[in-house]
């Protein structure tokens, strides 16, 4: 155990509480809202950028009405040949390319598209964010806020992730993502982006779920099976929930 990453990761969580909750409740009311509404809220991220997306939903404790869009071919099962990371490092920058993978979801005015990117620059997360916005969407954006502040746009549109945000939340993490300084490398290690947006993403889904039991709506949360006090059917009824709204949007 690195005691170092662990010191520097608990200092990143512990400033992403003191400066980002705002911004966290603000994306949870538009989620709320959303949900509350009988719409969608979608997820997209590629890359390890797609980690928090399988941590909000299908996992325990999330609520129906999050949206996973995860396009195998910006997610690696391998490191090299097919699937491998080296091809999509390269297809996740080609411009053009992501229109052709939502080009085949319905969106809805009123809905949300929650985008993850650590660098904000790639030309994946960035029309994602655009092409949302164009159908009417609300945008969150999870990002790294030095990122946005010091990096310089690559996308011909001269736009960097944040720039497309109604909420813009910033992982807290340094530009070069990994922690700990090793004697004799320029290369640090440690990545922090991860666990970072990981506890971002489960603040997102608390709070949604808080403020959907204000508003009344009724709730179907996927459940431990620990948690004996359910009926033995209630992820039937969850699975059921998902798939009737799922089919209603056309997705």
Known sequence: M???YNKQ???IIKKID???SENIKKAAQLCATAINDGKLVHLFGSGHSVLPIQDMFPRYGGVVGFHPLMDPRLMWDNVIRGGGARELLWLERQEGYIENFLQSYNFEEGEVMIVYSHGGLNAAPIETALYAKSKGLKVIVVTSGDNFEKAQAKHSSGNKLGDVADVLISNCCPLEDALVKIPGYPQPVGGSSTVAVTVITQAIASETALQLQK???EMFIFVSPNVTEVPADYMQQVYGKYTELVRKKGN
């Open 2 to 4: 690195n005691l170092d």
């Open 9 to 11: 990761m608990v200092d």
């Open 18 to 20: 003191d400066t980002q």
């Open 215 to 217: 508003l009344g709506h």
